[in-house]
C-alpha cells in the first residue's frame, strides 16, 4: 500500500483525575523526524510513544503534542524553596552582567520568575504515574490508527494522480515515437544533402573518418534509446505503485531519470513537432515529480 507523508490526528482522553489532547500531524521529509511535546514528569512516556510513532510512519517530518491536566481538587500550589533559591541567584546574575556592559534590562517580575519549570509544584501530583503512563499508552494506539488512516487514504489519492500522469506519459512517448519513424526519411535527406555539400567542397576525404562522422551523426538524430527507456520507466514507475510500501524514494529517483531522457529527446528532435511533444512531457513529468515528493 502506498502511503502519503500529510497526516492528522487528535483527540480526548481521560483517566481517574486526569485528562488530556493529542494532535498528531506530519508533513513530507528526507527521512523521519519525529518531534514531541509531551509531559516529561510522566516516565517513559516520550520513548514509548516514539516507538508508536515509528510503527506507523517509516518517512516524514511527524509532530506529536499531548497536554494532561488534572481534574480533581488538587491541594494548592507551594514554591520550590531551593529551585527559587537557583532560579533568583540567575537573574541576579544576568542583571548584574548586563549592568557592568551597559545594557538595560526590564525590571524582573515575579509571574516570570514563577513561569519557570520547577518554582512551583502540584503538592497533590501523584509520585506514580505507571497507571497513567498504561493508559496514555493504550488511548494513543487509536490516535496512531487514525493517523496512519489518513496517510493511507492521501496514499490512494496520489497512486490515483499518478496513474493518469502515468497514462499520459505513455501516450505522449507513443506519439514521440509516431513523430520519430516518421521523420526517418527527411532525415535521411538533410544528411545526404549537407554530405553532398562537404563532398563538393574537399577534393579528398579520409573514408574511415567520414563513416565516424556519419555514424556520429544518425546518433544524434535517433531517439529510439530514449523512447525505449521511457517506456521502461513507465513500467518500473506501475510496478513501483503496484508493489506499494515506502517507496518514495526509488519514485523520486525514477523522477530524475525520466527528467533526463525527456530532456535528451528535446535536444535531439530536430523537428518542431517532436519538440513540442518532448515540452509537454517533461510538464507532466515536473507535476509528477511534486505528487512523488509526499509519498512516504
Known amino acids: 500500500m502506498i502511503t502519503s507523508m500529510t497526516g492528522f490526528a487528535s483527540g480526548r482522553g481521560t483517566f481517574e483525575s486526569y485528562a488530556w489532547q493529542w494532535e498528531m500531524r506530519s508533513v513530507n521529509g528526507r527521512g523521519l523526524d519525529v518531534r514531541m511535546r509531551v509531559p516529561d514528569w510522566i516516565q517513559g512516556l516520550e520513548t514509548s510513544l516514539r516507538g508508536q510513532v515509528a510503527s506507523v510512519a517509516k518517512r516524514g517530518n511527524v509532530t506529536l503534542s499531548l497536554r494532561v491536566t488534572r ?53 497533590g501530583q501523584d509520585t506514580d504515574t505507571g497507571p ?20 493511507a487514504k492521501e496514499g490512494r489519492a496520489l497512486v490515483h494522480i499518478l496513474n493518469q500522469q502515468l497514462n499520459d506519459v505513455a501516450q505522449m512517448v507513443e506519439t514521440a515515437a509516431e513523430l520519430a519513424a ?32 556519419l555514424a556520429m551523426l544518425a546518433v544524434k538524430a535517433d531517439v529510439t534509446e530514449e523512447i525505449d527507456r521511457l517506456k521502461a520507466h513507465v513500467g518500473s514507475a506501475r510496478a513501483l505503485l503496484d508493489a506499494g510500501g515506502p517507496v518514495g524514494r526509488k519514485l523520486d529517483f525514477l523522477m530524475q531519470e525520466f527528467n533526463r531522457e525527456a530532456n535528451t529527446l528535446c535536444s535531439k528532435s530536430q523537428s518542431t513537432e517532436l519538440t513540442a511533444v518532448g515540452l509537454d512531457l517533461k510538464a507532466v513529468i515536473d507535476q509528477m515529480r511534486e505528487q512523488v515528493q509526499n509519498v512516504e
Open 182 to 213: 516518421a521523420r526517418k526519411p527527411k532525415v535521411a535527406e538533410t544528411l545526404n544533402a549537407n554530405l553532398e555539400k562537404v563532398l563538393g567542397t574537399i577534393d579528398q576525404v579520409d573514408p574511415d573518418r567520414l563513416a565516424q562522422e
Open 71 to 123: 481534574t480533581d481538587d488538587v491541594s494548592e500550589l507551594t514554591l520550590n524553596a531551593t529551585n527559587l533559591a537557583a532560579v533568583l541567584a540567575a537573574v541576579e546574575q544576568v542583571e548584574a552582567e548586563a549592568m557592568q556592559q551597559g545594557v538595560s534590562l526590564a525590571p524582573s517580575r515575579a509571574t516570570d520568575v514563577l513561569a519557570v519549570r520547577g518554582v512551583l509544584d502540584a503538592g
Open 132 to 151: 497513567l503512563l498504561a493508559a496514555l499508552q493504550a488511548d494513543f494506539r487509536a490516535i496512531a490508527t487514525s493517523f496512519a488512516d489518513m496517510r
